[in-house]
């Protein structure tokens, strides 16, 4: 990797759904084709409580996060591996994870909706939120079997 590729990140949104696996292709792709790194980011919380209580959580939620990403990542960066991808695991909201990692980043990819939500819903709300906030320009990245836009297309 040259030096232009340690500062130029394309920041991804990955959560393991469908959705997510289209935006970490897309991004793997474009930051091939402009000599970027992809900074693929996973956000985790424990699931709310009511009163004293907590809720009961199977496992660390941490580890599973981390190792959702680890197996996405392996399963579509694919053998030749032409880019530079950085795996973070971070707790909190994943929107604001999200756009805090991506300040100062080339683009932030994202699906258009994880694993919550309406299906019919055609942007998922963190996905909504991301679209709004950012700091630097998103692509929002439709799930396979839709109408999408290959990086160098023009759409």
């Known amino acids: 990797m040259n030096g232009t590729t340690a500062r130029r990140r394309i920041v991804v949104g990955v959560d393991g759904s469908e ?6 292709r897309w991004a793997l792709r474009q930051a091939a084709l ?36 680890a197996e996405t990542v392996a399963r579509e960066w ?19 994870v999200l756009l805090t990692v991506a300040e100062g980043a080339e683009l ?10 309406f299906t019919g819903a055609v942007l998922g709300s963190v996905t909504q939120h991301c679209v709004q906030h ?3 320009p998103v692509v929002v990245v439709r799930e396979a079997g839709r109408a999408k836009a290959e990086p160098g297309d023009g759409r």
């Open 19 to 24: 959705s997510s696996r289209a935006a970490l």
């Open 34 to 69: 402009v000599g970027a790194a992809v900074e693929a980011v996973t956000a985790w919380e424990y699931p709310a409580s009511h009163g004293l209580v907590p809720a009961t959580v199977d496992g660390d939620a941490e580890a599973f996060a981390g190792k959702v990403l």
């Open 78 to 96: 694919g053998l030749d591996r032409l880019v530079e991808v950085r795996e973070r695991v971070a707790p909190g909201n994943a929107a604001r």
């Open 108 to 117: 932030l990819v994202v699906g258009n909706r994880g694993h919550g939500g």
């Open 134 to 136: 950012a700091s630097c």
